[in-house]
């Protein structure tokens, strides 16, 4: 009898161990779960309530850093350091090929997914939707079978453009003896005409940076201008705007059935950035093409930025699907992250 009391002893300071890890781990995971549950609500308040607000999304990357930290901690806990690493590797090895690889070969681009970071797409894609990326196999092709208006020209015609891109920086503005407005109430109080983006920057007066006829006669792409409607918050005004390219003798409009095209961004400032815009028209130069393109929220074509038009190896491809609010994670982690008012998403332009 007393060795049976000893063993029921032991068996009992045995369990208590068990006991004590069952009540840790229980523990830890209400701890991810409300860690969880907070980046779950922090996200919906970021998207639908605060608009983009710095500090929430801030506060969004230390929960996720904490939770990360949390749950890696539980993990060794509970199986050892060496094989929690080594999980840690097949799942990134997993996600790459699930996410990244596997959707490469079968669309044929080497950036099968991409983020929205801004609101130049609206109403069409708004920020933080996700999109799924198509490559282009053959250019000529694809613009031929979304019917893109192609223009021919020549290579030192093309050359000269290029290497004095500053130039294309044209944006519409209204303006009177005492403004310069993009957007304005009454049309009518003003005479409109574009503007030399770099030359109004350099601090020059308003009236040496006007790019009249005489001006664009020596550019290879020619600016024509209409007046809009935008909203801005719940309040409708008008906006000066780029409404039609000439390019030789060819005029092209712009066109909202047009693929929306994904590329590698560059200017002489610097640059470097994947861009989601609508394509506009092509520039055909031998067998080389150039895309220029336009954001749907955006005033002007994004060659009036001075951002050099993408040729056929800086396309990413063509926007084939597109999912909301899943790009967020993504904008937040890369530091793309600011007011609404900063990224242009308080306006519409109809």
Same mark, same amino acid.
């Given at each position: ?35 969880? &549950?907070?980046?779950? =609500? ?7 309530? !605060? ?11 230390? =929960? ?16 050892? &350091? ?8 097949? $799942? ?41 990326? #198509? ?6 092709? !694809? ?10 020209? +020549? $290579? ?5 453009? $290029? ?8 944006? *519409? ?20 005409? !574009? !503007? ?14 006007? &790019? ?18 935008? #909203? ?34 560059? +200017? ?12 506009? $028209? ?16 955006? @005033?002007? %074509? ?7 038009? *993408? ?12 999912? @909301? ?5 993504? %904008? ?19």
């Amino acid at each position: 009898m007393p060795k049976k009391k000893q063993r029921a002893r032991n068996d009992t300071n045995n369990n208590a161990p068990r006991h004590q890890d069952a009540a840790k781990k229980e523990q830890g995971s209400s701890l991810t779960y409300i860690l969880y &549950a907070l980046i779950i =609500l922090l996200f919906i308040l970021y998207i639908f309530v !605060f608009k983009n607000n710095l500090e929430i999304a801030v506060l969004a990357i230390i =929960l996720i850093a904490v939770t990360l930290i949390v749950e890696f901690q539980a993990s060794v806990r509970e199986e050892g &350091a060496r094989r929690t690493i080594l999980e840690i590797a097949a $799942a990134i090895v997993v996600a790459i090929l699930a996410v990244w690889l596997i959707p490469s070969l079968v669309l044929g681009t080497s950036s099968p997914v991409d983020v929205v970071a801004s609101c130049s797409m609206l109403p069409n894609l708004h920020r933080g939707d996700l999109v799924l990326v #198509h490559g282009i196999r053959n250019m000529s092709a !694809f613009l031929s079978q979304h019917n893109i208006p192609v223009v021919n020209v +020549s $290579a030192l015609a093309y050359s000269n453009m $290029a290497a004095n891109i500053e130039k294309e920086a044209l944006y *519409p503005l209204a303006y009177n003896s005492t403004a310069i407005e993009e957007i304005i109430k009454d049309p009518g109080q003003y005479r409109i005409s !574009f !503007f030399n983006i770099f030359c109004l920057n350099s601090g020059r007066t308003a009236g040496s940076c006007i &790019a009249d006829q005489q001006y664009q006669n020596s550019n290879l792409v020619k600016y024509n201008y209409t007046v809009r409607s935008v #909203h801005i918050g719940n309040v409708s005004s008008n906006i000066v705007f780029t409404s039609s390219i000439t390019i030789g003798n060819t005029t092209v409009y712009e066109n909202y059935s047009n693929p929306i095209i994904v590329y590698k961004a560059k +200017s002489p400032s610097g640059i470097s950035e994947d861009i989601i815009h609508r394509l506009y $028209a092509a520039i055909r130069v031998g067998n080389q093409y150039y895309l220029l393109t336009k954001g749907d929220n955006n @005033p002007v %074509l994004d060659l009036q930025s001075a951002i050099y038009p *993408p040729n056929s190896s800086e396309v990413l491809g063509y926007v084939a699907y597109s999912v @909301p609010w899943l790009g967020y994670p993504s %904008l937040i982690v890369k530091g793309q992250i600011g007011s609404s008012d900063l990224a242009g998403c308080n306006q519409t332009i109809i």
